[in-house]
């Protein structure tokens, strides 16, 4: 089983989000970057497959020099080998961009999986994964929270509103991971002293043959104009000392003459 | 004529949803900026006229029906493909989707088919200049932005809960049928059943009055109180992830950054202190109330109206009261 996990590096999340001076991106000062959340899933559940099917896992990340932090992480965790996508053509790249580049360095290697978050956490865009899927011809199921493979045959569930879809399909094929998948592992002292010894191939739009016009800035179809905080809110009634059936009487005729939301 | 804005409306047992309502009447005020042509496209197996039907207040001048056994269960390939084709015939130049499971696993494959972009989960659409631009939270909702568009067609899912419905006496739409030729050979991932359907309780992502239980619920038998509460006012139950980590209630009730992003009219956050976290997947809801026994609590800062008090004395009595004023 050969599988693909591609990774993001993003914001914690814990992170309070300042506006940097072009008011169009985020101030990264004093930020600490992780490993998307959601990705984390993915990783982890390469690895089980891995641990029950044998195999290769190569871990992809598009990013600027800090991004090799993120691919460190998850070769820490186990993954085999990484290959980090670095150009400066790549940068400002949307959703669209992202997964002709994705695309490309992953179309020549025949994964049996190619597994994704359901979305990284800041963009909160939730596209490359099925994007990355109609590019390569594969089928995709997004938003898993449970896999089971049998001969060559995947079968996954995905939340939807209110139920489950139990969806089969057969490999090669995407999946984007959510949570609930499973419990990430944490990386062992022995995992990141061999994470330090593993490959991180870096590789260029001109290694993938990539028009330099069609990803980055220069390729994006969705340009953000404007970052603003949202508007704030004030703080409202507070009932305070009050007996619980009185505050419970008050609140629900605030909520009805008042708010008319009841 | 400025090109037509076509909305994918989702069709899940013969019945449309409010989501895809709110896209459609969203779609509506779009078309009317741009002078345009407004295009329903619905997918389904055979029968969907009466769905169609039901469209017909939000203003749509034409509902496209695709119907085929193949369209029958959505499924991501079969639906991208009848999408893709209705927006190249109908050489739209901005197609909408509700940002619903459905939506946002639909959106980007149709999309990539089309060499376009999207723009996920938006909260507002406007047209300046004869040109699209919406408003996304991004950062989880710690902040907003404003994006544009290059090129042609451009996708744009909405999240629920944050557009009017229409209520348009317009003249009929014209209801066509949409030709559809699928290859089953190009259908691969396929929905084998869907579970937790029968009965099911309303989702978090779908209500428009939700009740949510923090850290201070301090086991699963607690959030009894609040199923109660949600209950009497129609709505549906969640949990910040305090709670959920705890494991005293499933991650599908989440809101928050890791969780679930929702925007009901009415948000109940009972013992939830309001790390950033939770606040990130609740802070566009219309009215907040917080009921907490600490005044201090970062989430009465952004509480409309809030209760300082012990949860367990204040939820039964306000259940109590709710049930009252409805008559129940």
Same mark, same amino acid.
């Given at each position: @089983?050969?599988?693909?996990?591609?990774?993001?590096?993003?914001?914690?999340?814990?992170?309070?989000?300042?506006?940097?001076?072009?008011?169009?991106?985020?101030?990264?000062?004093?930020?600490?970057?992780?490993?998307?959340?959601?990705?984390?899933?993915?990783?982890?559940?390469?690895?089980?497959?891995?641990?029950?099917?044998?195999?290769?896992?190569?871990?992809?990340?598009?990013?600027?020099?800090?991004?090799?932090?993120?691919?460190?992480?998850?070769?820490? @965790?186990?993954?085999?080998?990484?290959?980090?996508?670095?150009?400066?053509?790549?940068?400002?790249?949307?959703?669209?961009?992202?997964?002709?580049?994705?695309?490309?360095?992953?179309?020549?290697?025949?994964?049996?999986?190619?597994?994704?978050?359901?979305?990284?956490?800041?963009?909160?865009?939730?596209?490359?994964?099925?994007?990355?899927?109609?590019?390569?011809?594969?089928?995709?199921?997004?938003?898993?929270?449970?896999?089971?493979?049998?001969?060559?045959?995947?079968?996954?569930?995905?939340?939807?509103?209110?139920?489950?879809?139990?969806?089969?399909?057969?490999?090669?094929?995407?999946?984007?991971?959510?949570?609930?998948?499973?419990?990430?592992?944490?990386?062992?002292?022995?995992?990141?002293?061999?994470? &330090? &010894?593993?490959?991180?191939?870096?590789?260029?739009?001109?290694?993938?043959?990539?028009?330099?016009?069609?990803?980055?800035?220069?390729?994006?179809?969705?340009?953000?104009? &404007?970052?603003?905080?949202?508007?704030?809110?004030?703080?409202? &009634?507070?009932?305070?000392? @009050?007996?619980?059936?009185?505050?419970?009487?008050?609140?629900?005729?605030?909520?009805?003459?008042?708010?008319?939301?009841? | 004529?400025?090109?037509?804005?076509?909305?994918?409306?989702?069709?899940?047992?013969?019945?449309?949803?409010?989501?895809?309502?709110?896209?459609?009447?969203?779609?509506?005020?779009?078309?009317?900026?741009?002078?345009?042509?407004?295009?329903?496209?619905?997918?389904?197996?055979? =029968?969907?006229?009466?769905?169609?039907?039901?469209?017909?207040?939000?203003?749509?001048?034409?509902?496209?029906?695709?119907?085929?056994?193949?369209?029958?269960?959505?499924?991501?390939?079969?639906?991208?493909?009848?999408?893709?084709?209705?927006?190249?015939?109908?050489?739209?130049?901005?197609?909408?989707?509700?940002?619903?499971?459905?939506?946002?696993?639909?959106?980007?494959?149709?999309?990539?088919?089309?060499?376009?972009?999207?723009?996920?989960?938006?909260?507002?659409?406007?047209?300046?200049?004869?040109?699209?631009?919406?408003?996304?939270?991004?950062?989880?909702?710690?902040?907003?932005?404003?994006?544009?568009?290059?090129?042609?067609?451009?996708?744009?899912?909405?999240?629920?809960?944050?557009?009017?419905?229409?209520?348009?006496?317009?003249?009929?739409?014209?209801? *066509?049928?949409?030709?559809?030729?699928?290859?089953?050979?190009?259908?691969?991932?396929?929905? !084998?059943?869907?579970?937790?359907?029968?009965?099911?309780?309303?989702?978090?992502? *779908?209500?428009?009055?939700?009740?949510?239980?923090?850290?201070?619920?301090?086991?699963? *038998?607690?959030?009894?109180?609040?199923?109660?509460?949600?209950?009497?006012?129609?709505?549906?139950?969640?949990?910040?992830?305090?709670?959920?980590?705890?494991?005293?209630?499933?991650?599908?009730?989440?809101?928050?950054?890791?969780?679930?992003?929702?925007?009901?009219?009415?948000?109940?956050?009972?013992?939830?202190?309001?790390?950033?976290?939770?606040?990130?997947?609740?802070?566009?809801?219309?009215?907040?109330?917080?009921?907490?026994?600490?005044?201090?609590?970062?989430?009465?800062? !952004?509480?409309?109206?809030?209760?300082? =008090?012990?949860?367990?004395?204040?939820?039964?009595?306000?259940?109590?009261?709710?049930?009252?004023?409805?008559?129940?």
């Amino acid at each position: @089983m050969k599988i693909a996990v591609c990774v993001k590096q993003v914001p914690d999340t814990e992170t309070k989000i300042r506006i940097a001076a072009d008011s169009r991106s985020i101030d990264e000062s004093g930020v600490a970057f992780i490993v998307s959340p959601y990705d984390e899933y993915a990783v982890e559940e390469a690895l089980r497959i891995r641990e029950k099917e044998g195999g290769e896992i190569v871990a992809y990340s598009v990013g600027d020099e800090r991004t090799a932090t993120a691919l460190r992480t998850v070769l820490a @965790m186990g993954v085999d080998r990484a290959v980090h996508l670095k150009d400066r053509a790549f940068e400002g790249s949307d959703a669209l961009g992202l997964s002709r580049i994705l695309a490309a360095a992953l179309a020549p290697e025949s994964f049996n999986l190619i597994l994704f978050g359901k979305q990284a956490v800041g963009t909160d865009r939730g596209q490359v994964g099925p994007r990355v899927a109609e590019l390569l011809d594969l089928p995709h199921v997004s938003v898993v929270t449970r896999v089971n493979l049998e001969e060559g045959r995947l079968t996954a569930e995905r939340e939807i509103e209110g139920a489950r879809e139990i969806v089969a399909t057969p490999l090669p094929a995407v999946l984007t991971a959510q949570k609930g998948l499973n419990e990430p592992r944490y990386a062992s002292l022995k995992g990141i002293l061999a994470a &330090k &010894k593993k490959e991180i191939r870096v590789v260029t739009a001109a290694d993938l043959s990539l028009d330099p016009a069609k990803v980055g800035i220069g390729g994006a179809a969705t340009v953000w104009e &404007k970052l603003e905080l949202p508007p704030a809110r004030t703080s409202g &009634k507070i009932l305070k000392d @009050m007996a619980p059936a009185a505050a419970a009487a008050e609140l629900v005729r605030l909520l009805r003459e008042e708010a008319k939301v009841i | 004529m400025p090109k037509d804005v076509l909305v994918f409306v989702e069709c899940r047992e013969g019945q449309v949803k409010r989501p895809s309502l709110e896209t459609l009447s969203e779609g509506r005020r779009v078309a009317d900026a741009f002078g345009s042509h407004l295009c329903a496209f619905v997918a389904g197996q055979a =029968g969907l006229r009466p769905a169609a039907e039901a469209l017909t207040a939000q203003g749509p001048d034409t509902i496209l029906l695709a119907e085929d056994p193949l369209l029958a269960h959505y499924n991501p390939e079969a639906y991208a493909t009848v999408l893709a084709d209705a927006v190249r015939s109908r050489q739209a130049g901005t197609v909408l989707l509700p940002a619903t499971a459905l939506g946002r696993d639909l959106g980007p494959r149709a999309a990539a088919r089309l060499d376009a972009g999207l723009a996920s989960d938006c909260t507002a659409v406007g047209v300046t200049d004869g040109e699209l631009r919406v408003r996304r939270p991004v950062y989880s909702g710690k902040a907003i932005a404003t994006v544009r568009f290059r090129g042609s067609p451009v996708f744009v899912t909405l999240r629920p809960n944050v557009f009017p419905l229409g209520t348009s006496g317009g003249k009929p739409p014209k209801i *066509e049928t949409f030709p559809v030729s699928l290859d089953p050979a190009k259908i691969r991932a396929r929905v !084998l059943r869907i579970e937790g359907t029968e009965g099911a309780e309303q989702d978090v992502s *779908e209500a428009s009055i939700v009740v949510s239980g923090g850290r201070a619920m301090k086991g699963p *038998e607690n959030f009894a109180l609040i199923k109660a509460l949600a209950r009497a006012l129609g709505g549906a139950m969640g949990a910040s992830r305090a709670a959920v980590d705890a494991g005293w209630i499933d991650h599908q009730y989440q809101v928050g950054q890791t969780g679930k992003v929702v925007s009901p009219n009415l948000y109940i956050a009972c013992g939830i202190s309001g790390a950033i976290q939770h606040l990130a997947g609740m802070s566009t809801s219309k009215v907040i109330v917080a009921i907490n026994k600490d005044a201090d609590a970062p989430i009465f800062k !952004l509480a409309d109206y809030g209760i300082v =008090g012990d949860l367990y004395e204040i939820l039964p009595k306000l259940t109590e009261e709710v049930r009252k004023l409805k008559g129940q």
